[in-house]
């Protein structure tokens, strides 16, 4: 069953990449450390019975199969494929993920979605540095003009100037839902001041990391409260 996500606070987003986490998220009932199950389809293509699993999962879930150029694997470069993936799995979501840089390629589903009133979020990833502010806006800009409901910005954090161009974001977009956060040496940083600032989907790890930065779900939870945000 569909749950929806909330956009008025700071939701904790864990992300699903192994058949280990699948099989533990499907069976939890208490969503007391997380709002939020992002599914990497593209990762997680090989588990049997990989629809089942999901339908019992007891929190909205966000559908992600990411493009190999941010971050995804060589399997779903073909907007075809991609698609044909995601499809089976719109019932059971809340939410679905496509890069600004595919979605136009991604036009099909992305209706689809928007015709099950899932939440569209489009997203950019940079796995090298933090682009300056006219860029970052740039694609935000390009998000919201291409339908997303969330736009989210992912980039590698390594210098306290990367956090500030992050951080001006919601300033420059202070009416619009954005999700934002960093990689690399000041990520754990980056997210904490952005969930704080307004980022409404703040991904942490269930247990172990899956990118440099990234916190896990029970001691995000723990800050973010002795912060009063959530």
């Known amino acids: 069953m569909k749950k929806s996500i909330f956009l008025e606070e700071a939701n904790i987003v ?8 699948l099989e533990n998220i499907s069976l939890t009932e208490k969503l007391n450390q997380f709002d939020v199950v992002e599914i990497r389809i593209d990762l997680l293509m090989s588990v049997p ?16 199969c ?13 907007p075809i494929k991609r698609q044909s993936v995601i499809t089976p799995l719109i019932p059971y979501a809340s939410a679905l993920d496509i890069e600004i840089n595919h979605a136009e390629n991604m036009k099909s589903i992305l ?23 006219k860029c970052l806006q740039d694609k935000v800009s390009e998000g919201y003009e291409r339908g997303a409901d969330v736009v ?7 210098r306290f100037k990367d956090i500030v161009n992050l951080m ?7 009416s619009c839902h954005l999700s934002v956060m ?3 040496r000041l990520g754990m940083a980056s997210r904490l001041l952005a969930a704080q600032s307004g980022s409404v989907l703040n991904y942490a790890a ?16 723990k800050i973010l409260k002795a912060a009063n945000k959530i």
């Open 152 to 158: 989210k910005i992912a980039t590698t954090t390594n």
């Open 206 to 221: 269930l247990q172990t990391a899956n990118v440099s930065g990234q916190w896990e779900a029970k001691d995000f939870k």
């Open 182 to 184: 960093g990689m690399g």
């Open 111 to 133: 209706t689809l979605a928007k015709s099950e009133k899932l939440l569209i979020v489009l997203s950019s990833h940079d796995f090298i540095g933090t682009p300056e502010n």
């Open 49 to 64: 019975d990989l629809k089942q699993k999901i339908s019992k999962i007891n929190a909205p879930i966000l559908l992600t």
């Open 14 to 21: 864990i992300p699903i990449v192994d058949e280990y986490s």
């Open 168 to 174: 001006n974001l919601f300033d420059l977009f202070e």
């Open 66 to 78: 990411r493009h190999p150029d941010e971050g995804g694997t060589e399997e779903f470069r073909d």
